[in-house]
């Protein structure tokens, strides 16, 4: 008997993993896996077992652990602060460390945002506005944002005060008479509707990710999409916060995904990516605007949490931040992209099951339409793994891309061509009866 509760209960024990090095990943039975997912959450974002992160956290454990953020500073906090702002184009110049999940980034952004606008007078501002298709965590406050399928079980736990407008995606919402600067301006007014709907005095934040990521499938924004929002944002004095938890710290090709959109937010949060998966970390990115306004109020700012720059996982994220803020990484990471996205595209674009391939750097998505679309997602995923030994994230209408921004272009051209064989001959068996034998298998 296992005291160990998991997930998925009926589910046998997955297999041990004994190691991961670089893009790969090993089991105790001996066989291993190319990891195209980066850790199945796209965390792994600069591989398994970086030699030089590894040496700062072994460092950092001979000097201590984690001491209170508020009693004692830490200069790699200060360090870590100045390099996530070194890159920015946008205007954001301070870093609050919160804590572990970008679910609780996301929710210190919120909590902030009230807090600000609170102390600026404005004391009715308690509604948050999201987007549907959108996902940003599991804790209640995230779930009631988001619209992650099987998080709708919760729903009548969810918080007060919350609205949503529609997906932004241009593959599926945009009319064929419109263009994409038309689309994003008829998303901006459905925005502008909304805070006139509820009031724009009782409007705290509206809230997105950069690129629509993991249930979607990195859609990114169409033509002055952010623009846009952001006009509608500022006319009502409704702060806009940004989630990138999937795309940020250089995955989209540059530091930050919003940068490709030359608009500033008044917030943005970073997880997963922040730590790579040595560490669980998060952060929001806020102004010295918002810092004047706690300055010349409360003087302090609500939020805090046991474990708010713990500072083993800063030291590990130092490391992991100054691979990625080092001299042309996030160039490479652009270039390989746009590779990455010419070899699918130019591998399916005549296949019948084919609808699109999008992304921003390493972050991307091929979009599918054909019968039992989750189940051939399944199918070609569990190909790929038991015939290639890699392993992607097929489910849904989609398959998704995360892997780590190490890979090199070899890999890219290996990993993808057995993609597009897989993709190509099991698109050609596809019929019901397969269908029914594919064993629908949950990961995450
Ligand atoms: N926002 C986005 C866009 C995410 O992809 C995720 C995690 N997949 C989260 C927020 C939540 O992060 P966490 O699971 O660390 O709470």
């Not at 803020?325 to 990455?340: A, M, P, Q, T, Y």
């Amino acid at each position: 008997m296992s005291n160990l509760l998991r997930t998925f209960v009926n589910e046998p024990i997955p297999p041990k993993i004994i190691k991961g090095e670089g893009m790969w990943l090993h089991l105790e039975d001996g066989k291993k896996y190319f990891d195209m997912t980066g850790g199945f959450t796209a965390h792994a974002v600069i591989g398994w077992n970086n030699k030089e992160v590894n040496k700062r956290i072994s460092s950092q454990l001979n000097k201590i652990t984690h001491i209170d953020y508020k009693a004692f500073s830490d200069e790699n906090r200060e360090t870590l602060a100045s390099l996530l702002c070194s890159k920015a184009d946008h205007q954001l110049d301070k870093v609050f460390f919160c804590g572990g999940s970008g679910g609780e980034a996301c929710e210190t952004a919120m909590h902030l945002s009230y807090q600000a606008h609170f102390e600026a007078g404005d004391k009715e501002k308690t509604w948050f506005i999201s987007r549907n298709q959108s996902y940003h965590g599991a804790t209640t406050e995230t779930m009631s944002i988001g619209d992650r399928p099987n998080l709708e079980f919760y729903r009548p736990l969810y918080p007060l005060n919350r609205a949503k407008i529609s997906e932004h995606n241009k593959y599926r919402h945009k009319f064929d008479n419109e263009s994409d600067d038309e689309y994003s301006k008829r998303c901006a007014d459905e925005l502008e509707h909304k805070i006139l709907d509820i009031g724009p005095e009782n409007v705290s934040a509206f809230i997105g990710e950069t690129i629509m990521g993991g249930l979607v499938g990195d859609v990114p924004p169409s033509e002055n999409y952010w623009k846009y929002i952001r006009v509608v944002c500022d006319k009502y004095n409704v702060h806009l916060i940004i989630d990138e938890v999937w795309c940020g710290t250089g995955t989209s090709g540059k530091i930050y995904c919003i940068d490709w959109d030359q608009i500033s937010p008044d917030f943005i949060f970073l997880g997963k990516t922040l730590g790579a998966g040595y560490v669980p970390i998060s952060a929001i990115l806020t102004s010295s605007k918002i810092e004047n306004i706690i300055k010349n109020g409360s003087g302090r700012i609500e939020n805090s949490t046991t474990f708010q720059g713990h500072s083993l996982a800063i030291a590990a994220s130092l490391g992991v931040q100054s691979l990625i803020h080092s001299d042309g990484f996030v160039e490479e990471v652009n270039r390989k992209g746009i590779l990455f996205r010419s070899i699918l595209q130019d591998g399916l674009q005549d296949h019948e099951f084919f609808k699109n391939v999008r992304g921003r750097g390493l972050r991307n998505s091929v979009e599918i339409s054909c019968e039992n679309e989750h189940l051939f997602g399944l199918a070609v995923t569990e190909r790929m793994k038991n015939e290639h030994g890699i392993l992607i994230n097929g489910k849904w209408h989609r398959f998704t891309f995360s892997n780590a921004m190490i890979i090199s272009d070899q890999e890219i051209q290996w990993s993808l061509d057995k993609f597009l064989t897989c993709f190509k001959d099991e698109a050609s068996k596809w019929n019901s009866d397969r269908a029914k034998q594919i064993k629908e298998k949950q990961f995450f």
